[in-house]
């Protein structure tokens, strides 16, 4: 797999990376191939937030954590020389080195001594995420294999630095001096855990080296053990509070949107509801609409009906009309047969002049009958005209003036009703006046002791006791 690391400013891609290739792997492999010599870091870097990778760290598993967020993850290899340059032995020939660059995770430092000159100082090379060539090494490095190096004081890639102060040590009762004796740096080393910050540990000579120094030298590095220990921790908690931080902001970020899809949602139900609403409201004049479509249809089919009676009349009439038209038909042909039968006649009497004056006055008498009956039918076909013409206008005035007729008779049958129901109203309220009045003397003769007189007798009942309403009276 390749990754992409950018190298000032340029991106860089480094090939066949796979699970197991380390943050150390990279940064050998990209100053091999850039051919620089000095001290580098790789540093992962998540939009504005930066962090120190450890030697040991491996860049595919770091982008398998980021998930979906691994395309906004950037590999940076930074050079930071500072903190690698030894200071010169003092006159006890024993020196320390300075504490490394404090940024780093993790570190692996490795203890070279050089015995030979008199001089002897002491340098710890970092691999973790850091790179310490000189010029005079090779550019290849390998990874585990340590590489000596000359001591040149006067070295320009070397740079001078302070000299590290140790924080005052807890106290500790001193080990025996035969525990102190067997331990080596070797297995100090090996005994020390891998992920420290790059740190350059105080060597001292091992002539003079006294058990409390050995002690110091285990209790310093324990603390720096655990110092890296929880830089490591705090550096992978603050990347897991980033992906915390970016799983919120996405969550918070889908709650809007499903706030926003719910407010969609909720307009669209009110349209909803305001489209029923007008649909119904248009059903509703539909319906009124469709009643009267309904009439008209039943018009419509009065109308036709209608019109099929009055086709069926014409139909008539015409039949009619022809009959009357074969009839003048067969009468003009009548005619035309005795007009030729008299133009016959006269000739023949014109030939026959020796005939007598009797038998001319006789032809000429049946010819001015025959023509008179064609007179006289032809006027009663015209006549029969008239009258089949008048039979329809007067039958047609005779349905109106029957359809009034109904109407006026239903007006007086209801009229007639109204007076009937008047006149019982007017009994029932003459009868109650005649009781009430009649009341009045009666329960004065029923009072006792009183001193009214009776107006009449009592046989005067039997006549009719007149009223303001009913002045002939009425009858009890």
Not at 37 to 44: A, H
Not at 384 to 395: F, G, P, Q, R, V
């Amino acid at each position: 797999m390749e990754l992409k690391v950018w190298v000032e400013g340029i991106q860089r891609i480094v090939c066949g990376v796979t699970e197991t290739t380390t943050c150390q792997d990279v940064v050998f492999a990209l100053a091999h191939a850039t051919g620089k010599v000095g001290r580098f870091t790789l540093i992962e870097r998540w939009r504005n937030n930066e962090r120190l990778l450890a030697p040991q760290e491996y860049p595919l598993k770091i982008l398998m954590k980021w998930g979906e967020y691994s395309n906004d993850i950037q590999f940076i290899l930074r050079r930071s020389d500072s903190g690698n340059n030894p200071k010169p032995s003092q006159p006890t020939n024993s020196s320390r080195s300075p504490i490394g660059n404090g940024g780093h995770n993790t570190s692996n430092p490795n203890m070279l001594d050089s015995q030979n000159s008199p001089n002897r100082m002491t340098t710890t090379p970092t691999y973790s995420n850091v790179n310490n060539t000189s010029p005079g090494n090779p550019v290849g490095v390998v990874k585990g294999v340590q590489q000596a190096k000359t001591p040149e004081s006067d070295s320009p890639v070397l740079k001078d630095v302070p000299p590290y102060r140790e924080p005052p040590p807890p106290y500790r009762s001193p080990p025996p001096p035969s525990q102190a004796i067997r331990k080596s740096p070797n297995r100090s080393r090996s005994n020390r855990p891998t992920h420290m910050s790059p740190v350059n540990l105080p060597e001292e000579n091992q002539d003079n080296r006294s058990p409390e120094a050995v002690s110091y030298n285990s209790q310093y590095r324990e603390l720096v053990s655990l110092v890296n220990y929880q830089r490591e921790k705090l550096s992978s908690q603050q990347v897991d509070l980033i992906k915390y931080d970016a799983e919120i902001g996405y969550w918070e970020n889908k709650g809007r949107e499903q706030e926003r899809q719910v407010e969609l949602l909720q307009q669209q139900i009110s349209s909803a509801d305001n489209q029923l609403r007008i649909s119904t409201e248009q059903v509703q004049s539909l319906t009124y609409v469709e009643e009267e479509s309904e009439i008209v249809k039943q018009n419509e089919k009065t109308i036709k009906s209608e019109i099929v009676l009055v086709r069926s009349k014409l139909a008539n009439c015409e039949t009619e009309l022809l009959q009357c038209k074969n009839k003048i038909r067969k009468l003009m042909e009548e005619i035309h047969n005795e007009q030729r039968l008299m133009n016959s006649r006269q000739q023949e009497n014109r030939q026959g002049r020796l005939a007598s004056y009797n038998d001319n006055t006789t032809w000429q008498a049946l010819e001015r009958s025959m023509l008179a009956e064609m007179e006289s039918l032809q006027s009663q076909i015209q006549q029969a005209k008239h009258a089949t013409e008048i039979n329809n206008l007067t039958a047609e005035n005779l349905k109106r003036e029957v359809g009034v007729l109904e109407n006026a008779i239903m007006e007086k049958k209801r009229q007639v009703e109204r007076l009937v129901q008047e006149m019982k109203e007017a009994n029932l309220q003459s009868l109650t006046g005649s009781v009430d009045e009649l009341r009045h003397p009666l329960d004065g003769l029923c009072k006792a002791g009183s001193a009214r007189r009776i107006i009449g007798s009592p046989r005067q009942l039997e006549n009719a006791a007149p009223t303001n309403k009913n002045p002939h009276g009425v009858w009890v």
